[in-house]
């Protein structure tokens, strides 16, 4: 019910923004690089969601065309930056070294689903990291992250202490610091090709959310899934848009995606990925698949491990200019006031 509700208000934004000067427009398409299966909820529901905004907004003269294969997603920051195409949704942990901050949002220990923790890391972002302007040449519309991430597993595992010397799948950033300090076997690759990782014997299992089940067909594979509810880890991801591109809009249109930017595009991305889970969730059942929620013991385990994991995040943000210890404090706050919503 929030959801539609909070549709239909920005429907209305959008169609006061677009009646003040939408005829009089250019009409403009933005190219928008995207990655995963197109039935991946970006594909499948966000992007259309931002087009069918962005038209009604601006009477139809902005739009946008979603385009597969334009470059590999660790090329993607760098695809919109250098204006090959005009958007595109971005992992921060696949380009090592250009994005310190965004961390801050994929630490363990902290529960909460992917529209809590989006609006709490873009809030977080506005506060303290906007400012430092780690992204270069592009604006950054949204900030957000995926559901609580889990250990998929080939074979059953009901404790991470069994995870030690297991060839799993991890996808950067925290998620790379938190597999060390577990003692996985540590397999770097691009989320799509985790089922080809799996299935050709090269990983047993992979550092995953529930919607992967679907989106990227892990169901078919890991049947086995340990999740801890403090919270394992997530991802942290962006919607990138070209500078120039955003610059070349006119008034109407650069105001219709300043309508839409921001806290308001990250709720609703949220939403869609927690949708996505929860479709993952059922996209597994149809598998057998066995869930094992982390004992007590495995959760005790599990903080004592990790337990320099924040401590190092919070030294690099603060190495690059932020408050690191206000910002994780801020974005745990936030996790808690969005999940009161």
């Given amino acids: ?179 060390k300090s577990l003692g996985v076997a540590g397999v770097g690759a691009p989320a799509p090709k985790v089922y080809e990782l799996i299935s050709g014997g090269v990983a047993d299992g992979v550092f995953f959310p529930f919607e992967t089940m679907h989106a990227f067909k892990i169901a078919e594979l890991a049947k086995y899934s340990l999740h801890n509810p403090d919270g394992m880890y997530t991802t942290a991801f962006g919607i990138v848009m070209n500078d120039d591109a955003y610059n070349d809009l006119d008034a109407t249109q650069k105001g219709c995606v300043d309508a839409m930017r921001g806290e308001s595009l990250s709720r609703i991305i949220g939403w869609f990925w927690d949708d996505a889970d929860k479709a993952g969730a059922a996209a597994a059942a149809g598998y057998g698949h066995e869930l094992t929620i982390a004992s007590d013991a495995e959760r005790a385990y599990f903080k004592e491990a990790t337990a320099g994991v924040s401590n190092d995040v919070v030294e690099k943000v603060t190495a690059k200019g932020a408050d690191g210890a206000a910002a994780l404090a801020y974005f745990i706050e936030q996790v808690g006031i969005e999940s009161g919503n």
């Fill in 1 to 179: 019910m929030k959801f539609n509700k909070f549709i239909l208000s920005l429907g209305a934004i959008a169609t006061s923004i677009g009646l003040a000067a939408g005829s009089a427009s250019a009409e403009k398409v933005l190219t928008v690089a995207s990655w995963a299966a197109p039935f991946h909820t970006m594909n499948e529901n966000i992007f259309p969601w931002m087009n069918s905004q962005l038209k009604s907004c601006t009477g139809g003269s902005l739009s946008l065309k979603v385009e597969y294969g334009m470059a590999p997603p660790p090329a993607m920051y760098d695809t919109v930056r250098d204006g090959v195409a005009d958007m595109s949704w971005i992992v921060y942990g696949y380009t090592p070294g250009k994005f310190v901050t965004t961390m801050i949002a994929e630490l363990p220990g902290i529960p909460g689903n992917a529209r809590q923790k989006s609006v709490a890391f873009q809030r977080t972002h506005e506060k303290f990291f906007a400012s430092l302007g780690e992204a270069k040449g592009v604006q950054i519309l949204a900030n957000y992250t995926h559901g609580p991430g889990m250990a998929n597993t080939v074979n059953k595992v009901t404790s991470y202490k069994e995870l030690q010397g297991v060839k799993m799948r991890i996808g950067g950033g925290v998620a790379n610091a938190i597999g």
